[in-house]
Protein backbone atom coordinates (compact mmCIF):
# COMPACT_ATOMS: atom_id res chain seq x y z
CA UNK A 1 0.00 0.00 0.00
CA UNK A 2 1.04 3.90 -0.99
CA UNK A 3 2.15 5.30 1.96
CA UNK A 4 0.35 8.38 0.79
CA UNK A 5 -3.18 6.23 1.18
CA UNK A 6 -2.69 4.67 4.61
CA UNK A 7 -4.76 5.59 6.95
CA UNK A 8 -2.91 4.34 10.16
CA UNK A 9 -2.19 6.58 12.88
CA UNK A 10 1.72 7.68 13.96
CA UNK A 11 3.17 7.09 16.52
CA UNK A 12 1.95 9.83 19.63
CA UNK A 13 3.89 11.66 22.13
CA UNK A 14 2.81 13.12 24.96
CA UNK A 15 2.65 16.62 23.76
CA UNK A 16 0.26 15.56 20.87
CA UNK A 17 -2.95 13.05 20.06
CA UNK A 18 -3.85 12.06 17.10
CA UNK A 19 -7.82 12.27 16.71
CA UNK A 20 -8.05 10.75 13.13
CA UNK A 21 -11.26 9.01 14.53
CA UNK A 22 -12.82 12.70 15.45
CA UNK A 23 -12.29 13.94 12.19
CA UNK A 24 -15.28 16.17 11.02
CA UNK A 25 -17.60 14.74 7.99
CA UNK A 26 -15.90 17.21 5.78
CA UNK A 27 -12.49 15.12 5.76
CA UNK A 28 -14.40 12.02 4.69
CA UNK A 29 -12.25 10.85 1.63
CA UNK A 30 -9.49 13.15 2.22
CA UNK A 31 -5.91 11.42 2.74
CA UNK A 32 -3.85 11.21 6.10
CA UNK A 33 -0.42 12.63 5.77
CA UNK A 34 2.42 11.28 7.36
CA UNK A 35 3.41 13.19 10.19
CA UNK A 36 6.43 13.30 12.19
CA UNK A 37 6.87 15.16 15.79
CA UNK A 38 9.77 16.01 17.57
CA UNK A 39 9.57 17.66 20.63
CA UNK A 40 12.50 19.48 22.25
CA UNK A 41 13.03 21.56 25.52
CA UNK A 42 10.97 24.62 23.64
CA UNK A 43 8.53 23.14 22.20
CA UNK A 44 7.39 20.14 19.17
CA UNK A 45 7.86 20.61 15.96
CA UNK A 46 5.53 18.93 13.70
CA UNK A 47 6.48 17.73 9.81
CA UNK A 48 3.35 16.79 7.27
CA UNK A 49 4.34 15.76 3.97
CA UNK A 50 1.34 16.85 1.96
CA UNK A 51 3.18 16.52 -1.99
CA UNK A 52 0.96 18.35 -4.59
CA UNK A 53 -0.08 21.03 -2.18
CA UNK A 54 0.74 24.92 -3.22
CA UNK A 55 1.28 27.25 0.37
CA UNK A 56 -1.99 28.66 -0.60
CA UNK A 57 -3.63 25.82 -0.63
CA UNK A 58 -3.02 24.74 2.93
CA UNK A 59 -5.18 25.84 5.99
CA UNK A 60 -3.63 25.68 9.81
CA UNK A 61 -6.77 25.95 12.41
CA UNK A 62 -6.09 25.91 16.38
CA UNK A 63 -9.49 25.89 17.79
CA UNK A 64 -9.19 25.62 21.69
CA UNK A 65 -6.87 22.70 21.98
CA UNK A 66 -7.64 21.45 18.74
CA UNK A 67 -4.99 21.71 15.79
CA UNK A 68 -6.13 20.70 12.26
CA UNK A 69 -4.16 20.70 9.37
CA UNK A 70 -6.04 20.73 5.49
CA UNK A 71 -4.40 21.14 2.13
CA UNK A 72 -5.62 20.46 -1.42
CA UNK A 73 -3.39 19.02 -4.20
CA UNK A 74 -3.64 20.01 -7.99
CA UNK A 75 -3.02 16.98 -10.52
CA UNK A 76 -2.42 19.11 -13.35
CA UNK A 77 -3.44 16.50 -16.19
CA UNK A 78 -2.08 17.57 -19.40
CA UNK A 79 -4.84 18.19 -22.19
CA UNK A 80 -6.33 16.04 -24.39
CA UNK A 81 -4.73 13.11 -21.88
CA UNK A 82 -6.64 10.91 -19.56
CA UNK A 83 -5.24 8.47 -16.91
CA UNK A 84 -5.69 5.28 -17.09
CA UNK A 85 -4.38 4.33 -13.76
CA UNK A 86 -4.29 6.54 -10.60
CA UNK A 87 -2.83 5.73 -7.19
CA UNK A 88 -3.65 8.26 -5.44
CA UNK A 89 -8.02 9.00 -6.35
CA UNK A 90 -8.32 11.90 -3.68
CA UNK A 91 -6.86 15.48 -3.71
CA UNK A 92 -7.32 16.56 -0.14
CA UNK A 93 -5.24 16.18 3.07
CA UNK A 94 -6.69 16.20 6.54
CA UNK A 95 -5.31 15.67 10.03
CA UNK A 96 -6.05 16.84 13.56
CA UNK A 97 -4.30 16.67 16.90
CA UNK A 98 -5.24 17.38 20.20
CA UNK A 99 -2.71 19.89 22.02
CA UNK A 100 -1.12 19.15 25.25
CA UNK A 101 -1.92 21.48 28.24
CA UNK A 102 2.01 22.49 27.62
CA UNK A 103 1.50 23.80 24.40
CA UNK A 104 0.82 27.78 23.65
CA UNK A 105 -1.82 27.51 20.69
CA UNK A 106 -1.43 31.33 20.39
CA UNK A 107 2.11 31.30 18.59
CA UNK A 108 1.78 28.43 16.41
CA UNK A 109 4.10 29.23 13.41
CA UNK A 110 4.27 27.06 10.06
CA UNK A 111 5.89 27.15 7.09
CA UNK A 112 5.37 24.75 3.65
CA UNK A 113 8.66 24.24 1.18
CA UNK A 114 8.86 21.17 -1.09
CA UNK A 115 5.98 19.42 -0.17
CA UNK A 116 6.49 19.34 3.70
CA UNK A 117 4.56 21.28 5.88
CA UNK A 118 6.39 22.28 9.17
CA UNK A 119 4.52 23.40 11.76
CA UNK A 120 6.41 24.58 15.42
CA UNK A 121 4.34 25.21 18.38
CA UNK A 122 6.42 26.26 21.50
CA UNK A 123 5.56 25.88 25.11
CA UNK A 124 3.73 27.70 27.34
CA UNK A 125 5.70 29.81 29.40
CA UNK A 126 5.24 27.58 32.63
CA UNK A 127 6.05 24.46 30.79
CA UNK A 128 9.45 26.13 29.20
CA UNK A 129 12.47 25.36 31.49
CA UNK A 130 14.10 28.29 33.72
CA UNK A 131 16.91 29.18 35.33
CA UNK A 132 16.65 30.24 39.22
CA UNK A 133 19.02 32.64 40.26
CA UNK A 134 20.75 31.68 44.00
CA UNK A 135 21.19 34.03 46.24
CA UNK A 136 23.61 34.43 48.60
CA UNK A 137 23.17 35.95 51.90
Known sequence: MNTMTQTREAPQTPATKSSAAQTPTRAEGALLPPVDVIEDATGITLYADMPGVAKDRVQLRVEGEQLTLEGEMTLAVPQGMEATHAEVQRSRYHRAFTLSK????????????????????????????????????
Open 102 to 137: ELDPDKVGAEMSHGVLRVRIPKAAHAQPRRVQVQVS
